[in-house]
């Protein structure tokens, strides 16, 4: 009965059910949160601790977890790995938190991750690229896990979807960051299995404000889709950059970290035509009633309006990270019986059909993210509006 129950646990949670709910009580359950509320990266931390706080009020609304109410200690990593590291020292050793959700970006995770692993505490990360559960030369994984798609997951939807596009004529424009050399190995590393072929690539300053000296040496290639792997502002610049070059141009395709309304309207009448996958957080309305995150996914956003969160950060594909790494800890604490970091560790790791926002997680010890390229759809930016793409 785990599966079935795990895969209702956050509709129910997200209905009013106060009502019905026992009180929590006893001593607060304390989980960290790192999100990164200022600098480069707060346009996706600041709206992650948002969504943190909003999810933790329901789950307490609802009974709190073994019967216990969480409590977040929050701080802000300035989208700066030494603060990051800094914020996790202070989390663990002055403030005793059992877990840590967070931080946002790729970077800052990789700077937590060993001083966590190492601590052994429970981390449930909201950053998009691969290295933080890789292992090999990244180092092992044990106690830290990871909310949004693999990197090689985003990868695999986009070359499927070429493929079944007959484009296997590729170039790549990947950010000098931790996040887009991610990016830049996978598309590399999978090309073959799908049969592409990357005739050119570059590089560039995700803090850069035009990129058409690269967008004009790729298009040199002939390419019949380009690539481009970063998040922010610069993926709205690169597509205004391709769409002002002369002469028939390739298709572009974005990564995964960009849909959301900043995109499109940064990126303006540039964006049309423009692809990348998303969650189903995107498109909702094309949810059957059948699929399991339907109803999730339309209670989240209620949620995230009613908070009045969509008025200052309209939903984005990043938006629902925060609370499925709240419902793997709610899930996880659940299955284990008890607040303790082993056993919530060795639950979480075993965790099968949660239905999050970002999709149905299956953890396993190899896999330490737990979806699959089912839980993403491709969007077509169509009349200033994304669609799913055809």
Not at 318 to 330: E, M
């Amino acid at each position: 009965m785990l599966p079935r129950i795990l895969i209702v646990l956050a509709a129910l949670f997200l209905c009013s059910t106060s009502a019905f709910a026992a009180e929590a009580t006893g001593e607060p359950i304390l989980v960290g949160g790192l999100f990164a509320q200022s600098g480069p990266a707060a346009f996706v931390g600041t709206p992650s601790r948002l969504v943190a706080e909003m999810t933790v009020k329901k789950i307490n609304a609802a009974g709190g977890i073994l019967g216990r109410p969480i409590k977040l200690v929050i701080h802000d990593t300035e989208s700066n790995p030494d603060v990051a590291l800094r914020m996790a020292r202070q989390l663990v050793e002055a403030e005793n938190v059992l877990a840590i959700i967070g931080p946002t970006s790729t970077g800052e995770g990789l700077a937590v991750k060993k001083y966590t692993e190492e601590k052994k505490v429970p981390t449930i990360m909201t950053v998009g690229g691969d290295p933080i559960i890789a292992g090999g030369n990244f180092g092992p994984f044990t106690w830290t896990f990871k909310t949004p798609q693999r990197t090689s997951t985003a990868v695999e939807k986009i070359y499927d979807y070429l493929k079944a596009k007959g484009i296997t004529s590729v170039a790549v424009m990947t950010a000098k960051d931790a996040f887009g050399q991610d990016g830049l190995n996978h598309l590399k590393n999978l090309a073959g299995k799908y049969g592409m072929n990357i005739v050119a690539e570059e590089t560039f300053d995700p803090k850069g404000t035009d990129f058409s000296a690269q967008a004009f040496k790729l298009t040199t290639a002939s390419p019949k889709a380009v690539i481009i792997w970063t998040i922010g502002p610069a993926g709205a610049i690169v597509a205004k950059n391709f769409a002002a070059l002369p002469g028939d141009k390739p298709l572009v395709v974005e990564c995964h970290g960009q849909p959301g309304s900043e995109f499109l309207q940064l990126a303006g009448p540039a964006a049309g035509g423009v692809v990348m996958p998303a969650t189903k957080l995107m498109a909702p309305d094309s949810l059957p009633a059948s699929d399991p995150q339907a109803a999730v996914v339309r209670a989240f956003i209620a949620d995230y309006d009613k908070e009045g969160i969509q008025a200052k950060f309209p939903i984005n594909t990043h938006s629902g990270y925060a609370f499925d790494a709240l419902i793997l800890l709610q899930a996880g604490l659940q299955k284990a019986g008890k607040a303790d970091p082993a056993a919530l560790r060795d639950a979480l790791e075993t965790l099968t059909d949660v239905v999050g926002v970002s999709g149905v997680f299956t953890i396993t010890p190899e896999d330490h993210n737990g979806l699959s390229t089912d839980s993403m759809i491709m969007l077509e930016v169509v009349d200033g509006k994304y669609q799913v793409a055809k």
